[in-house]
């Protein structure tokens, strides 16, 4: 394969899955499948438990956004239309300042905007990974990045602050603790990090992180008060009933190992097992990886993810940040050339996540797998020859 050149297998898939993409949302769009149906009622969708608790923060009652019943009825009345189940509130106090923003403006206009602009900083974290312009075709044609925003999540936002950290951190180490901190509004994707950046020495991404997440903390607390924390710990338990443990969601919605044992009938105790057992292999291969030599946009890609193959709460709009994972692939593979099998696996990657928007079977887990044999591969982890030496700090 040519150096410094984007596989062609890769582009053209890109550009057809862009298309669909496209053609999806034009469709759901004439249908009056988004945001609002064809008699005007809000179609029920995961924004508008950020809506809706962004009007109980303006309204000097954020506590209220945990309360699963008070919060529904909030939504229903939004919608004009009841729903099956909740779409409850789970996000940490500091998160309340976005949805306070976003519930200044209409509904309508604020799902839009949302989308939208926090679109903007994943487009550009995934254009200065991979180096030159088609890293934007990639960016937009990753097919969860549609999934998000038909149903206005975050994940957009959630692989902009991954791969903002991960690509600041050889660079600028203390805005990498910037990205890292405020990625503290999704904790569950934050668990690796500290580990590798003690495995890797890198303190000041480390202390910038832990004081931005503990400054977030703080001015949530000073805005909305103790009984907003107290409200997010007691609703903890009641949210992993529901979604770990009753698979409200239902399970084929989720894409970590854990869900998929339980999709297949799997009792607990085992899928616990095995995401344990995953999530332990993961931590130790990675503290391997970053303390040798390799190439910084293999310990990346590989860092990427491990945030999602350790976590058992993996939805599939949070798979945009698979595309951080793939933009690093293509960084190497620019600067180093790409090996024959390469380019074949990244375009079958984004195929198999384009099924889930047509079978919606939870095929995440199969393309997560898919990229970690690339990226061991990539990283050499054949344990006897891989040696353990003063982390590298290169771009590349």
């Not at 934007?136 to 692989?159: D, E, K, S, Y």
Request: glycine share 8%; proline share 6%.
């Amino acid at each position: 394969m040519e150096r410094g050149a984007v596989p062609r297998p890769l582009l053209t898939t890109c550009r057809v899955l862009l298309c669909v993409a496209i053609a999806y949302l034009m469709v759901d769009i004439l249908a009056h499948d988004w945001i609002y149906n064809r008699d005007g009622l809000g179609i029920p969708t995961d924004f508008v438990n950020v809506w809706t608790a962004g009007q109980f923060a303006l309204d000097g009652r954020p506590s209220l956004a945990w309360d699963w019943d008070i919060q529904k009825q909030a939504e229903v009345a939004l919608l004009q239309q009841d729903f099956k189940g909740y779409l409850a509130w789970h996000y940490p106090p500091p998160f309340l300042f976005v949805a306070a923003l976003l519930a200044q403006f209409p509904y309508a206009v604020a799902f839009i905007g949302w989308a939208l602009v926090s679109m903007v900083p994943y487009l550009a974290v995934v254009r200065a990974i991979v180096g030159r312009n088609s890293g934007f075709l990639l960016a937009l044609a990753f097919p969860p990045v549609v999934i998000n925003t038909l149903v206005g999540q975050n994940g957009c936002l959630t692989a902009a602050l991954i791969g903002g950290t991960l690509y600041l951190l050889p660079l600028r180490p203390v805005l990498a603790g910037v990205c890292l901190g405020l990625l503290s509004y999704k904790p569950q994707y934050g668990i690796l990090f500290p580990i590798v950046l003690v495995a890797a020495a890198q303190w000041r991404t480390f202390f910038t992180a832990a004081i931005v997440a503990a400054g977030l903390a703080f001015v949530s607390w000073l805005q909305f008060g103790s009984a907003s924390w107290q409200a997010f710990f007691h609703g903890l338990p009641r949210f992993s009933q529901a979604f770990l443990h009753n698979g409200d969601a239902p399970w084929w919605k989720l894409q970590s190992l854990y869900a998929f044992a339980r999709y297949v009938g799997g009792p607990e105790t085992l899928a616990w097992t095995l995401q344990a057992m995953l999530a332990g292999a993961v931590a130790v291969a990675l503290v391997v990886i970053w303390r040798s030599q390799r190439p910084y946009a293999i310990k990346a890609a590989a860092l990427a993810l491990g945030t999602l193959l350790t976590t058992p709460y993996l939805f599939m709009y949070d798979m945009v940040v698979l595309a951080i994972v793939v933009a690093f692939i293509v960084r190497h593979g620019l600067a180093g050339g790409f090996e024959p099998h390469e380019p074949t696996v990244l375009a079958g990657t984004m195929m198999l996540a384009s099924t889930f928007l047509l079978v919606g079977e939870p095929v995440g887990l199969a393309a997560n797998l898919l990229l970690a044999g690339l990226v061991l591969r990539r990283a050499g982890l054949w344990w006897p020859t891989l040696a353990v030496r003063k982390p590298s700090h290169g771009c590349i």
